[in-house]
């Protein structure tokens, strides 16, 4: 069985927790993907008996989680959500369509949907329902922009399975090259940025669920990520300065690729720096900055925008 013949197909579910049953068309071309049995429940038995050997552990429930890495890439047609959609929908970003012009995953607090996910593992099928997670963005200069996902869902089951054909959108990422990255109106030299949306997701015990555990929710979210700016003069950026006043602005990717339907930007309204450290970059002095993003006026610090 191997490693290099997996296949993901994600679906939104219309009603939680219940088997939307993705197919062909519902592939999602990924990297590196794995499963874990998370919060699994083996209760020891601590009873005392004249001799010192133990009972056998009690199997009580299971939740499934599941993690892999997308390319950022459009649908190759602006106004058409792209393949990764579905996912983004699950880690509590609504979207937004305005038809032949652009497709918008904003954060969202409530209405937040889930997913069915069927992992094919060359010959082995896992199902998860009312699936929901977290991504996290990683952008670095001359590569391509890839999210990491890691969902968590309810153990729908596993058995034998041939291996489907994923149907996947054939449009190809655009390189991380001549990305007008700025932070507060700034154009910062940077080489890197990731950021990460810090859903956190649980799933509280429930004694009258088949598995032990209720719904699958996401109660809160801590936006926030990093860059590498070039260090320069106080009067073209005080970045420290910043940082010790509690400046907010602006940090956008600005537009990254060039053709429509496959073009995208991240963006912060209210960006605020963490830390402040020095850096290296093979001899150019720079900072290492960790930085979070404040709500404006709710569910807007942070947008990913197709066009």
């Known amino acids: 069985m191997l490693i290099n013949r997996e296949v993901i197909l994600a679906k939104i579910e219309s009603t939680y927790n219940t088997d939307s049953s993705p197919g062909a068309g519902d592939g999602i071309l990924i990297e590196a993907p794995s ?13 005392v008996k004249g001799t010192l050997g133990k009972h056998q552990s009690i199997y009580a429930g299971n939740m499934k989680g ?18 990764v959609g579905p996912l983004l929908r699950a880690c509590s970003l609504g979207e937004t ?22 992992y094919y593992s060359d010959g082995l099928l896992h199902k998860i329902t009312g699936a929901m997670g977290n991504a996290s963005f990683d952008m670095s200069s001359n590569g391509i ?3 990491n996902f890691t969902f968590l869902g309810h153990d729908a089951g596993h058995s034998d399975a041939s291996l489907v054909s994923g149907s996947y959108d054939a449009t190809v990422p655009p390189p991380i090259i001549n990305v007008p990255f700025s932070i507060g109106g700034y154009s910062a030299a940077i080489a890197a940025l990731s950021m990460d949306l810090g859903n956190s997701v649980t799933a509280p015990p429930d004694m009258s669920s088949s598995d032990g555990f209720g719904d699958v929710i996401i109660n809160a979210r ?14 073209q950026k005080d970045f420290i300065g910043e940082w010790k006043a509690g400046t907010t602005g602006s940090l956008t990717t600005g537009v990254i690729g060039s053709s429509a339907g496959n073009r995208y930007a991240l963006t912060c309204p209210a960006a605020y720096y963490r830390e402040v450290s020095p850096g290296d970059r093979e001899g150019l002095r720079t900072y290492e900055i960790g930085f979070a993003a404040a709500e404006v006026s709710g569910d807007d610090e942070f947008s990913l925008v197709f066009t």
Request: aromatic share 8%; hydrophobic share 40%.
């Open 35 to 47: 499963w874990t049995h998370e919060n699994a429940s083996m209760v020891e038995r601590a009873v």
């Open 66 to 83: 599941v993690s892999f890495d997308v390319e950022i890439k459009g649908s190759g047609a602006a106004g058409t959500a792209p393949e």
């Open 97 to 118: 369509i305005v038809g032949s012009t652009s497709v918008t995953y904003a954060t969202v607090s409530d209405s937040q949907e889930s997913i069915t996910l069927y």
């Open 145 to 147: 922009g890839k999210i």
């Open 222 to 235: 801590d936006v926030s990520g990093s860059f590498d700016p070039a260090q320069v003069l106080i009067a």
